[in-house]
């Protein structure tokens, strides 16, 4: 079991750090050193991680090649900070993205770099599906999470953050979700109808925003059917479909992007989290060439052009994404891990159930203080791992892609326990 860090040690954090500090509080020791799906705190104890930095190490803590590049890039004097001015590391980055996702996929986009966060990609996918159509309202889903920023925040639904944001966030309208209302209601036809009627009190939206698994909001997946029917109501419409795949891409469904299952075509794809490959600051919207009606200049940001994190973001797409191996591994791990979860909760506690797709998976405990007293259980035992969800009730299981057999099978034996010893 881990000691808790002493009062000294933890001092700093409460004495200098917000209150709004938050994983310190669920995780109380101070880390120090991390490896593949490995956390260590100051006092020597090793954790198994399945929350890898909420989806933004995809590839484990620290993978060698990719810091590799990195320390030679840094002891090249490479340029870091390069606001949008052309670089090599950009070009390179852009280029081999182009030949190893984009064209073997048959898609085409531009690139836009809006900012380090994925919340920043957000808000220039909404600003610039606004731009092109002139409408202002946005459809974003009940349970969606989009980012906490002040317009990132108006299409993310969660009560608790909206509340935050100390002024009404407004241009949004939401939408029931898949499996909202239940398994047999098609919630895609009411969008159609309400759009149909000119009575209807909405108006023409500017964009659909979307996650084809929703992470925040519980591990709520998106079946293929819905999403096709989502992609033809923006068509005869004449909306904008953006897709965020700032958890879900980057290879943690099993294909690079969530979308592909559905053979969807999103005129604007927000990539974030594991973008760079071990978690350095990057965002990316991708975009139709038709629909880049930006003016120079017209939206920027200091930190766009964050070149150590497209250095590592190319390292991380020559090692993991020029085969289908990567891929082939996650689904492979991704049923292993369902299974087990099924196993936990049919044994344990045949109320819960178990959902996802590919490695982002979650056992939902049906009730917030469960799930609290589990992954509290889990960490004691040397298990990080999250909750999520409308009440935090839905443990969330986000192990590395990299993650071995014997790693993810000593945390899911922790999961286990705790799940065993909380009920």
């Not at 659909?208 to 819905?226: D, F, H, M, P, Y």
């Amino acid at each position: 079991m881990p000691q808790e860090s002493s009062s000294n040690s933890q001092s700093v954090f409460e004495h200098l750090e917000s209150n709004v500090r938050s994983y310190s509080r669920s995780f109380p020791v101070v880390f120090k050193k991390a490896a593949g799906a490995t956390l260590e705190d100051e006092n020597g104890f090793v954790f198994i991680d399945f929350l890898s930095g909420a989806g933004a190490l995809n590839y484990g803590h620290n993978d060698p090649d990719l810091l590799k590049d990195v320390t030679e890039y840094l002891k090249s004097n490479g340029i870091i900070h390069g606001l949008d001015m052309a670089t090599s590391a950009k070009r390179e980055f852009m280029e081999y993205f182009d030949e190893t996702i984009l064209r073997p996929r048959d898609l085409t986009y531009k690139f836009q770099f809006p900012g380090p966060t994925g919340a920043n990609a957000v808000e220039a996918a909404m600003k610039l599906a606004r731009k092109l159509t002139g409408r202002r309202n946005i459809i974003s889903f009940t349970n969606g999470f989009h980012g906490v920023s002040l317009g990132a925040l108006t299409v993310t639904g969660n009560r608790f953050y909206r509340d935050a944001a100390g002024v009404p966030p407004v241009g949004t309208v939401f939408m029931p979700y898949d499996g909202y209302w239940g398994v047999d209601n098609d919630s895609s036809q009411y969008l159609a109808k309400v759009l149909a009627d000119a009575s209807s009190g909405l108006d023409l939206p500017a964009a659909v925003i979307l996650e084809t698994v929703q992470g925040e909001g519980g591990i709520n997946v998106a079946s293929k059917g819905w999403l096709q029917s989502l992609e033809r109501i923006c068509r005869q419409n004449g909306i904008i479909l953006i897709v965020d795949d700032i958890q879900a891409g980057c290879g943690r469904t099993g294909n690079f992007f969530s979308f592909e299952f559905a053979d969807l075509s999103p005129d604007i794809v927000v990539l974030s989290k594991s973008l760079s490959g071990c978690g350095l600051p990057l965002s990316l919207l991708l975009l139709k060439p038709d629909i880049d009606v930006w003016l120079p200049g017209e939206h920027n940001g200091t930190f766009r052009g964050n070149n150590l994190a497209l250095v590592a973001g190319t390292a991380a797409l020559r090692k993991y994404w020029t085969n289908k191996t990567l891929s082939e591994e996650v689904t492979k791990t991704g049923n292993i891990l369902s299974e087990h979860l099924q196993q936990i909760a049919q044994h344990r506690v045949p109320s819960f159930s178990v959902r996802g797709r590919g490695m982002m998976l979650g056992l939902d405990c049906g009730a917030g203080k469960l799930a609290e007293k589990i992954v509290r259980k889990a960490f004691e035992g040397g298990l990080v791992v999250e909750r999520c969800g409308s009440e935090d009730q839905v443990i969330k299981v986000l192990p590395p892609l990299t993650i071995d057999a014997e790693t993810l099978q000593r945390g899911l034996d922790i999961l286990d326990k705790s799940v065993l010893k909380s009920v």
